[in-house]
């Protein structure tokens, strides 16, 4: 009787400690406002490519282990579909490109994360998390001739506090990351020299 | 037996000593640029500079600060930060807000800016930037469990300085009207005999409540 209960407390012990050396995963949330700007009158068709709905970034630690797997693919998709409203006259999400250009509409957005990067206070010796990602911005014709393809990059931060976890500071400087993207893009949208020449087209 | 007394004197006398020690001193400089003055139905929103690369202003010290001006005499009515951000989205942002004047008056020209700003009733935008440090960490504290018992037994030390500017924009006129800085330092203590006691200088919160009570009485205009 007393050699079961043994084995049970190791059994949870060793579960506990197995559990304690594995990834932290950290799947963004966050709340993202809509834009007050003035909607251009476009209508937009919008195609996340999988590689932008999957996206997941793995932190590794100094000795090669997986330290955190942060997954803000579904917050990026929350965040356009917040955005790109306000930013257009009519917005269709679609499932591919094919679909959008069959839609006739005026153009076809689709993002892409090209790079992510994350900094804890542990490796920087800084009081602060930060989270920085480069995106692919690719705008294309109904055609699917591109018009613009350009890059932007977000940063977000967060101060480190007694009282909070590495999970909850890290999902605190992705969101401000990707509010971040929401304001530059929202707003230099129309200055993007490509974007800029095709409008004057219109 | 009879050196009980004594003892509980002394250790009295320490405690004591020690916990004036761990007092906060706090400094508080105004500069007025402008007169100023606020009318019943006009409101003040007090944001937190975050363009710093190493720092970032606390936003619970940016809400310890608007609370206390809505207490007591003169209060204020505070629109609180994040609403007020969410609000103005994407043009109070870290990388979008104005940094200057200047830029509040080009931002001023949006119609969207300028009918929030109206529907919050802003006469008055607050911007507090800065950050608490602890230096000087002295000390060692060294905790042991036993089948006795458990015990701690050592010293520790440490100094917090706060030092938070708060520059204040007038939107009716759009220019700086004044800025007040607060520089709040203290030592606190962490004996252990047996028991870790913490004895925690209180800067940050001294440092909320002063600057509070001192820009109260700036937007008031006394």
Same mark, same amino acid.
Request: avoid cysteine.
């Given at each position: 009787m007393m050699a079961g209960l043994g084995t049970r407390v190791l059994a949870v012990l060793a579960a506990i400690s197995l559990s304690a050396c594995g990834v932290n995963n950290v799947v963004v949330q966050g709340s993202f406002p809509t834009p007050n700007i003035s909607p251009l009158p476009l209508s937009v068709a919008v195609f996340y490519d999988p590689a932008l709905t999957e996206f997941a970034y793995i932190e590794y630690s100094e000795t090669g282990t997986e330290e955190y797997n942060i997954a803000s693919g579904q917050s990026h998709v929350e965040l356009f579909n917040a955005v790109l409203p306000a930013m257009f006259d009519e917005v269709v999400v679609v499932g591919s490109l094919e679909e959008a250009e069959m839609l006739g509409v005026d153009a076809i957005f689709a993002p892409l994360i090209e790079e992510f990067q994350l900094a804890l206070p542990s490796k920087t010796k800084l009081d602060v998390y930060e989270v920085w990602i480069k995106y692919n911005m690719r705008l294309m014709a109904? $055609?699917?001739?591109?018009i613009a393809d350009w890059v932007l990059t977000s940063y977000g931060k967060t101060p480190t506090e007694s009282m909070r976890s590495a999970e909850s500071a890290i999902n605190d400087a992705a969101v401000v990351a990707l509010r971040d993207l929401a304001s530059s893009f929202s707003l230099s949208f129309t200055q993007v020299p490509e974007v800029r020449d095709w409008l004057n087209t219109l | 037996m009879k050196h009980y007394p004594e003892t509980f004197k002394i250790s009295s006398a320490l405690l004591f000593l020690i916990a004036l020690a761990s007092c906060t001193t706090t400094t508080i400089d105004e500069f007025r640029q402008a007169e100023t003055g606020i009318e019943n139905n006009e409101s003040v929103v007090i944001l937190g500079r975050r363009q710093a690369s190493d720092y970032e202003t606390r936003s619970e010290f940016v809400d310890c600060v608007g609370e206390r001006m809505t207490? /007591? $005499? /003169?209060a204020i009515s505070i629109v609180p930060e994040q609403e007020f951000v969410d609000a103005m989205f994407p043009w109070f942002?870290?990388?979008?807000?104005?940094?200057?004047t200047r830029d509040l008056e080009r931002l001023m020209t949006e119609d969207v800016v300028a009918d929030r700003m109206t529907e919050f009733g802003i006469r008055y935008i607050v911007w507090l930037d800065g950050f608490t440090e602890t230096t000087d960490r002295s000390g060692s504290i060294s905790c042991t469990v036993g089948p006795g018992g458990a015990g701690c037994f050592g010293f520790g030390s440490w100094e917090d300085d706060a030092n938070f500017d708060a520059r204040v924009w007038d939107v /009716? +006129?759009? +220019?700086?009207?004044g800025t007040i800085s607060t520089d709040a330092t203290g030592q606190s203590y962490l004996p252990a005999l047996v028991i870790p006691i913490p004895l925690i200088a209180r800067v940050e919160a001294n440092a909320c409540s002063r600057l509070a009570t001192q820009l109260k009485e700036f937007v008031n205009g006394s």
């Open positions: 109904a $055609d699917g001739e591109y | 207490r /007591g $005499d /003169g942002e870290p990388r979008t807000a104005p940094l200057r /009716g +006129s759009l +220019s700086n009207v």
